[in-house]
């Protein structure tokens, strides 16, 4: 937008039809992307809104402060990923949920006292359905901050629900899982090192109620995690 105005294009079969500006309507900014899908190359077609939907507000929790109009609906989630895990887990947090962000790496965690657990992981503002190395680098983070034996690391991870958004310069496109084992590939720390670091603001009643949980002492429900 530019003033008063904002640009606009229209495209069809791939090809520029119509560019230039119109008159804007009101003072928001960004971009409005309208779609018909062409009934010659798919036939009849019929869209799942709640897919759609489900995928606009997985963006809002990646991109916090950006509204997010679909249909006229309104999606922003200011915090992120403290948003996203609240939104889940919701009344069943064992414990307010832990924030902690450093640039360009967002952590969010708490357990849940029904034992529903699970890690979400996310790179450059993509889901990474299949982990990777932020999601290995952050269970090893936790598990060491409390506990070393592995039946000690089990209770641990029962019913922790956790998200991990790391955004960093790689040489592909991260599709499904993150291969990487540096936050730059030329000079920049290890991810386990980058996410280590960024818990080191953990505060110490967290830290206490984690050993709590995985001694025992606090109990919740057993749950394996997803």
């Known amino acids: 937008s530019n003033g008063n ?3 606009y294009a229209h495209f069809k079969y791939g090809s520029i039809m119509e560019y230039g500006e119109k008159e804007q309507k009101g003072d928001s900014t960004g971009t409005c992307i309208e779609f018909t899908p062409d009934t010659a190359i798919i036939g ?16 809002s929790y990646l991109h916090r402060g950006l509204t997010y109009v679909l249909n006229g ?24 949920p832990v924030y902690l962000t450093d640039g360009w790496l967002e952590i969010a965690f708490t357990h849940s006292i029904a034992g529903k657990g699970g890690i979400l992981s996310f790179v450059n503002g993509r889901p990474t359905p299949s982990g990777g190395t ?12 409390v506990c070393m034996n592995e039946f000690k690391r089990g209770r ?27 936050v730059d590939e030329e ?3 290890s991810i386990e090192e980058y996410i280590s670091t960024c818990m080191l603001g953990m505060p110490q009643d967290v830290i206490n109620t ?16 997803e």
């Open 134 to 145: 932020h999601k290995k680098a952050l269970e090893k983070c936790l598990a060491r901050m």
């Open 73 to 96: 609906q309104e999606y922003l989630k200011p915090n992120g990923m403290l948003d996203l895990v609240n939104d889940k887990v919701g009344k069943e947090c064992l414990y307010p």
């Open 210 to 225: 984690l050993e709590g949980i995985a001694s025992g002492r606090i109990p919740i429900q057993d749950s394996a995690t």
């Open 187 to 189: 000079n920049g720390p």
């Open 5 to 7: 105005c904002c640009s």
């Open 156 to 182: 641990l991870f029962s019913g922790l629900f956790a998200t991990v958004s790391l955004r960093i310069e790689i040489p592909y496109p991260a599709m499904t899982k993150l291969y990487s084992q540096d």
């Open 44 to 59: 009849n077609y019929e869209l799942d809104f709640s897919i759609i939907q489900e995928i606009v507000q997985t963006y």
